[in-house]
């Protein structure tokens, strides 16, 4: 008989009015699930205790859902999870689950089941992507399946809130899993001063840096040395474009040089997100 493993991380999708306004319901995703499989699915469900709201969703838990889906193999996959992070568990899992032929759909909501909102319909789409063809990781959400590598989460509460962004073919990882090392996406912004930059890259084992435009920074031969001595450090810096497409193109402006002159990568049309799983990955 075929089964279906669901990954209830937490998120919207899974909470009800509570005193304090809304909180998880344990068995409330599992039940609205099986309600709606046909009778030949066996439902596998793997419930994180405690539930979470996505903000609280990092490496570890990313691990534990790779440990889920490597348990059940060639058993289709249901994340529902909340939106917030949603884009960074899609690129974790996309990324990290390159070849292993494996089908993951991830599934959250802007409103819990019950509530007449977008939960149940992204639900019933999950479970039919599920059932298709083809490896790969993907979210159902407002009658889209999305590629989830390259989400980007674009409205914080309209019903139709993500778009994917095309991203390069993704590379065999050089690890499966999420160590113990810190990263963080790091902004340039008109006037940011060197020391913050290097005080925050000190404490770091390498960055994404959200740069202007095409790949450019500011003229500043501090802020370019703060750059220079982490790589030199042994720290990777990944640079991506602040603008939401067209990546980065080296070589575009002047202004961009001293990036490259200082050892930072080109993450091109990579998203934040994608930029920072390449980090650990790659």
Known sequence: MPRLLLIHTGGTIGMAPGPNGLAPVKGLVESALSARLTDDITLVANVFNPLLDSASVGPT?????????????????????GTDTMSFTGAALSQALVGEGRRVILCGSMVPLGENGDAEGNLSLAIEASQQEGEGVFLAFAGQLLRAEGLVKHHSHDPISFRALPQAPLPQPKSRTFDERKFAILTLSPGIAADTLAAALATLDGAVLRVFGAGTVMACPVVLKAFE??????????????????????????????????????GGDDTPEAALIKLWLN
Do not use: F
């Open 229 to 266: 001595d982490a790589v030199k450090a042994g720290k990777r810096i990944r640079a991506v474009s602040q603008c939401e497409g067209g990546g980065i193109i080296p070589g575009s402006y002047e202004a961009g040089a001293g990036l490259w002159e200082a050892g930072v990568e080109n």
């Open 61 to 81: 838990h990313w691990n534990a859902m790779l440990e889920a889906i490597r348990a059940h193999p060639g058993v289709p996959t249901i994340i529902t999870h």
